[in-house]
C-alpha cells in the first residue's frame, strides 16, 4: 500500500540520520542534544525568525525559545543577526558550523536523488517532483514554510 510505502521511505531517511549522528558521537564529533537538534533544524526551516517566531511555532514560551537559542548561539551553530530593516529586531540564521552538521542527511538525500533520476524517466521523475509539491503546499497545511526558507536551503547547499 501507498501508507506502507511512504512510511518506509520516511523511516529509512530518519534511521539514515540517526546513525551518522550516532557515528559522530563516538568521535565526539557531535554536540547538539536531540532537542537542540530539532530546534536547529526548525529554525532553519523556518527561515530567519526571531526569537518570538521560533517561540510560537513551537508552542513553548518565549523564554523557554530565548534559554534555546542561548545555548545553540553559545554552541556555534546559530547567530542572531539584526534586521536591516528594524533594528530592534532580530533574525535567528545557521551558521557554517550547523550547514557541516546537516549535511550529514542532505548528502544521503542528494544520493537518492541520483539514483531516482538514474531509474526512472524524466517524465516520472517530473511527476513524482509535481506530486511532492502539492503534498508540501495542499495537503500538509498545519506546517507552513516560509518560501524564503526554501531559497535560503538551495543557496546554502551550494555552498
Do not use: W
Not at 539514515?16 to 550516532?22: A, D, M
Not at 526548525?42 to 511555532?57: D, H, K, S, W
Not at 551553530?77 to 558550523?97: A, G
Amino acid at each position: 500500500m501507498l501508507r506502507d510505502a511512504f512510511f518506509t521511505v520516511y523511516t529509512k531517511f530518519k534511521l539514515h540520520f540517526y546513525k551518522e549522528i550516532f557515528q559522530r558521537f563516538q568521535s565526539r564529533e557531535a554536540s547538539l542534544t536531540t532537542v537542540e537538534t530539532f530546534c536547529v533544524e526548525t529554525i532553519m526551516a523556518l527561515g530567519r525568525p526571531t526569537v518570538n517566531e521560533f517561540a510560537g511555532f513551537m508552542c513553548i514560551s518565549s523564554p523557554n525559545a530565548a534559554y534555546k537559542v542561548n545555548s545553540l548561539i553559545r554552541k556555534g551553530y546559530i547567530r542572531k543577526v539584526q534586521s536591516q530593516v528594524d533594528r530592534r529586531e532580530f533574525h535567528l540564521e545557521v551558521t557554517k558550523k550547523y550547514i557541516d552538521y546537516y549535511n550529514i542527511s542532505k548528502a544521503y538525500m542528494e544520493e537518492v536523488m541520483e539514483r531516482i533520476t538514474a531509474r526512472f524517466s524524466p517524465e516520472d521523475c517530473a511527476r513524482l517532483e509535481e506530486m511532492l509539491r502539492v503534498i508540501s503546499r495542499e495537503l500538509m497545511p498545519e506546517i507552513q514554510i516560509p518560501e524564503t526558507a526554501e531559497t535560503e536551503k538551495a543557496a546554502i547547499a551550494a555552498e
